[in-house]
């Protein structure tokens, strides 16, 4: 396939658009949210894998300025400590990066006691 036009020579611009055109295809929009909204936290993977999981698959949503609340719902939805749950289900400015600083405060202050418990045994 031929991108040449004849007369002019291409610059850089012009080259990168063609590539992005030919390399990115369109997302279906329905697919990639169906993809995000069906993940869920794995009890073996970390908060960290999980976060960054769906950070990268909202990407392609297209939620706009929902995004952000959009991301907190499944992290507090598959929470399994409960008692974070209702903690930051009780906090009416909570946005998402209150959500993940607490998050990661609970699962940082769980790993003394992790590690406690194991010594334990």
Same mark, same amino acid.
């Given at each position: 396939?031929r991108? +040449?036009?004849p007369g002019h020579e291409r610059?850089?611009k012009?080259?990168?658009?063609?590539?992005?055109?030919h390399?990115?295809?369109?997302?279906? +929009? #329905?697919?990639?949210?169906?993809k995000?909204? @069906?993940?869920f936290?794995?009890?073996g &993977? @970390?908060l960290?894998k999980f976060?960054t999981d769906?950070k990268?698959?909202?990407m392609t949503?297209?939620?706009?300025?929902?995004?952000? @609340?959009l991301v907190?719902?499944?992290?507090i939805?598959g929470m399994?400590d409960?008692?974070?749950?209702?903690?930051l289900?009780?906090?009416p400015?909570l946005?998402?990066?209150?959500c993940?600083?607490?998050?990661?405060a609970?699962?940082? @202050?769980?790993?003394p006691s992790? #590690?406690? +418990? +194991?010594g &334990?045994?």
């Open positions: 396939m991108y +040449e036009v610059n850089l012009q080259i990168m658009d063609v590539f992005d055109k390399c990115n295809l369109k997302k279906n +929009e #329905t697919v990639e949210r169906y995000f909204f @069906s993940r936290p794995n009890p &993977k @970390s960290e976060i769906l990268l698959l909202a949503c297209n939620f706009g300025d929902f995004k952000d @609340s907190r719902e499944p992290i939805c399994q409960k008692q974070l749950c209702e903690v289900l009780k906090d400015c946005d998402l990066q209150r993940l600083d607490a998050c990661r609970a699962e940082l @202050s769980k790993e992790k #590690t406690l +418990e +194991e &334990k045994m």
